[in-house]
């Protein structure tokens, strides 16, 4: 299994805190992805890492930024949470793109309270 | 902008039995890739099975196996000798060829009854 670890695991905060979830990687994969998930809406790209200060939105972006300064973090921030932002956020990488799959994290279930 | 469409939001199969859930999407590419995912109960995200478009033969994982369909824009998961353990929520995606992030569809729960 590809050594991907998100952490915290699990956080409640509060509304219009920053909260900031960060993904690790071991395997040294090119490309970096924050998702959501949220019932009735699949996974929702958020923001995403094509090499080390190489990033770009998704589909989702509002609220949140990302930071990579290093091939193996990929660090999401939530300026201002708000309750929308509930969520489980799950981290993926690539080796690279097209034909190869996308490994994932255990997801990080962030509420806001 | 591409999209996955999973019109099954719940499946239900008797173990044993045979199920499968369809997946529409669309795309203007003529290369790409298309996984789907299976998610259990500890959410943690599996690759069940992935099939190049440029393939005609369908992939087969096992008790796994797609029927895809390019014109028809059609990517379905036959699941055959249903096991309690497949019990999950499934997920279609693609990826265009290149750097494009995996696109997913909204998910299809099974269920399996004994």
């Known amino acids: 299994d590809a050594g991907i670890t998100q952490s915290p695991r699990h956080k409640v905060t509060e509304t219009g805190t920053p909260v900031t979830l960060r993904c690790h990687q071991t395997?040294?994969?090119?490309?970096m992805y924050w998702y959501r998930q949220d019932p009735g809406h699949g996974l929702r790209l958020i923001h995403y890492?094509?090499?080390?200060?190489?990033?770009d939105k998704g589909e989702v972006s509002d609220g949140y930024s990302v930071s990579r300064s290093k091939t193996e973090d990929f660090l999401l921030t939530l300026e201002s949470a708000t309750s929308s932002q509930t969520s489980v956020y799950f981290c993926?990488?690539?080796?690279?793109?097209?034909?190869?799959?996308?490994?994932f994290g255990q997801g990080t279930r962030l509420t806001v309270v | 902008a591409q999209t996955v469409t999973q019109s099954q939001p719940e499946m239900s199969v008797q173990e044993a039995e045979t199920v499968t859930l369809s997946c529409t999407y669309d795309?203007?590419?003529?290369?790409?890739?298309l996984f789907w995912y299976k998610q259990p109960p500890s959410r943690q995200m599996i690759l069940v099975i992935r099939?190049?478009?440029?393939?005609?033969q369908n992939a087969t994982e096992n008790r796994f196996s797609v029927n895809f369909q390019k014109a028809a824009k059609s990517f379905s998961l036959k699941i055959s000798d249903s096991q309690l353990g497949d019990a999950a929520m499934y997920f279609c995606?693609?990826?265009?060829?290149?750097?494009?992030?995996?696109?997913f569809g909204k998910g299809t729960r099974l269920s399996v009854i004994a």
């Open positions: 993926a990488t690539r080796p690279s793109g097209g034909n190869t799959e996308a490994f």
């Open positions: 395997e040294n994969h090119r490309y």
């Open positions: 890492s094509y090499g080390v200060k190489d990033t």
């Open positions: 795309t203007s590419e003529s290369d790409y890739y």
């Open positions: 099939q190049e478009a440029y393939k005609q």
């Open positions: 995606a693609y990826s265009p060829s290149g750097n494009t992030p995996l696109v």
